[in-house]
């Protein structure tokens, strides 16, 4: 499975931003799928996961119910709709596919993609 994160860019505090996960190859209907990010000088960070039916997501903590995620299987795609974006959300986004089962740990992932920078201005 080939992953590509795209929608980032530069947003103020409060604002939103839709992040796509397009994927090909592979099986990515029966993949979950993981956002993460990385923000300068800090440790990878789970952000949350879709299963590959859809109907069971998990988020990180910080997340507090301003983000969600949601798939389009028919597309091959898979969202992650952030809204009230904070400046500390400044960092990396990268989605990846885990073929089995579905986790937090960013090791438990098969199939990664690159990233995309989202940075929020205070």
């Known amino acids: 499975v080939q992953l590509q994160a795209s929608g980032g860019g530069l947003v103020q505090v409060g604002g939103s931003l839709r992040l796509s996960c397009a994927a090909s190859?592979?099986?990515?209907?029966?993949?979950?799928v993981g956002w993460f990010r990385q923000a300068p000088g800090k440790e990878r960070e789970f952000v949350g996961y879709?299963?590959?039916?859809?109907?069971?997501?998990s988020y990180g903590n910080f997340v507090k119910g301003r983000f969600t995620i949601a798939r389009d299987n028919a597309k091959s795609t898979v969202y992650l709709q952030m809204n009230s974006l904070k400046p500390e959300d400044t960092a990396v986004y990268s989605c990846?596919?885990?073929?089995?089962?579905?986790?937090?740990?960013?090791?438990?992932?098969?199939?990664w993609g690159q990233g995309t920078l989202v940075t929020v201005s205070s």
């Open positions: 990846a596919a885990k073929a089995r089962g579905v986790g937090i740990g960013a090791d438990e992932y098969d199939y």
């Open positions: 190859g592979g099986s990515f209907s029966t993949s979950a």
């Open positions: 879709i299963s590959a039916s859809g109907l069971s997501t």
